[in-house]
């Protein structure tokens, strides 16, 4: 038995060159986030382990030192698939069905500690393979595991500053929030505009507030900011827009996070693009946190068909999802979460779902 680790930007990607390698023998044994390495493209590892031809073949000309080399070599492989197939078999589950579950769930982007609580499931049972009993199973625990809330439709709902990285969708969204939660329950809306870095972002703002008869209003530093919102009437649906902060930016996030957090009626929900790999998920995730937002809202759904990352941080942050984005339509392509529906393409044996490397 020989292991072999490949390393690539997607779990997906590196399992396709595995296969393509090894051949369709391989096993798979382990995929998981390589956190040796800061390269984007290397994000994650995929360890395979192939059965090679009988060793007296291969050794004929060996010494006997040699070949006893080679067989502590093959021992010391050989131990560490078993205790990788004990670990797969817990509770007596079938290895077959498993493993299918495992490259159905890692090639999705499911982080390694969710797959294995997923797998690890009371419900989780045994067979001859891949069944729908094991899917079910599997869906059930993800409905169990992750929490759906919608903060924006109370009608005494604070002031929501959406957050999130650049290119997350932030102004968009906003736009999609204020039709669907202000404009048509003919609630008074006013959006702010906190970013004053980005003017094109505003005056697409300024723009869509036009045309929905929504008030605008551009704050140029913080203190303008909080002294907008203390001057709020309560009725109106405020919707904010912040600057996107990346890692080199942490003080100025900090800063504005600070002061979102002295505002007693101001809540914070965090933009992420479902685009984006697991790993990167969860680093936005842990760079946002001083703003302690209240939930998570996730993005261009469209763009990509893995759910992994998404299902994965909502259970790893116990964090709330209330909305995704589908595409650029407005107010069209926002919905509320549905589990049942974003879970089916994972746990249905019958959907098949395509990849693009």
């Not at 094991?134 to 002031?159: C, H, N, T």
């Not at 870095?197 to 723009?207: H, I, K, P, T």
Request: aromatic share 6%.
């Amino acid at each position: 038995m020989r292991l072999k680790s490949y390393f690539s930007d997607s779990v997906e990607h590196a399992l396709a060159i595995a296969r393509r390698e090894l051949g369709p023998d391989a096993i798979l044994l382990n995929s998981s986030r390589n956190a040796a390495s800061n390269d984007p493209s290397e994000c994650y590892e995929v360890v395979f382990g192939v059965i090679d031809e009988p060793a007296n073949a291969a050794r004929k000309d060996s010494t006997p030192a040699s070949a006893l080399d080679g067989i502590r070599e093959e021992i010391g492989d050989l131990a560490r698939l078993l205790r990788s197939m004990a670990k797969a078999q817990k509770n007596g589950s079938d290895t077959s069905g498993r493993q299918f579950w495992r490259e159905r769930l890692a090639a999705n982007d499911f982080s390694e500690a969710l797959i294995e609580k997923l797998l690890g499931a009371d419900g989780f049972a045994g067979g001859s393979g891949p069944s729908a009993v094991q899917g079910r199973s599997i869906r059930d625990e993800l409905l169990r595991l992750v929490r759906q809330e919608d903060p924006f439709e109370r009608p005494d709902a604070p002031a929501m500053a959406l957050v999130g990285p650049p290119g997350a969708g932030k102004t968009s969204l906003i736009a999609k929030l204020a039709i669907r939660y202000g404009v048509l329950p003919g609630r008074r809306v006013k959006i702010i505009a906190a970013d004053p870095v980005r003017v094109g972002a505003s005056e697409q703002l300024r723009a869509y507030s036009e045309i929905m008869g929504a008030a605008f209003v551009h704050t140029a530093d913080l203190h303008q900011l909080i002294h907008v919102l203390k001057e709020r009437n309560r009725e109106e649906f405020v919707l904010i827009d912040t600057p996107g902060f990346g890692f080199r930016d942490r003080e100025a996030l900090v800063e504005q996070a600070s002061a979102f957090n002295s505002l007693p009626n101001l809540r914070t929900h965090l933009v992420l693009p479902v685009s984006l790999c697991t790993a990167d998920l969860e680093r936005y995730w842990q760079l946002y946190q001083p703003f302690g937002f209240a939930s998570l809202l996730f993005t261009r759904l469209d763009e990509t068909p893995k759910r992994g990352g998404m299902f994965s941080l909502a259970v790893q942050s116990s964090l709330p999802v209330s909305h995704v984005s589908t595409g650029q339509s407005i107010p069209e392509d926002l919905e509320k979460v549905n589990l049942e529906d974003l879970t089916k393409p994972l746990t249905d044996l019958n959907e098949r779902i395509e990849f693009v490397a």
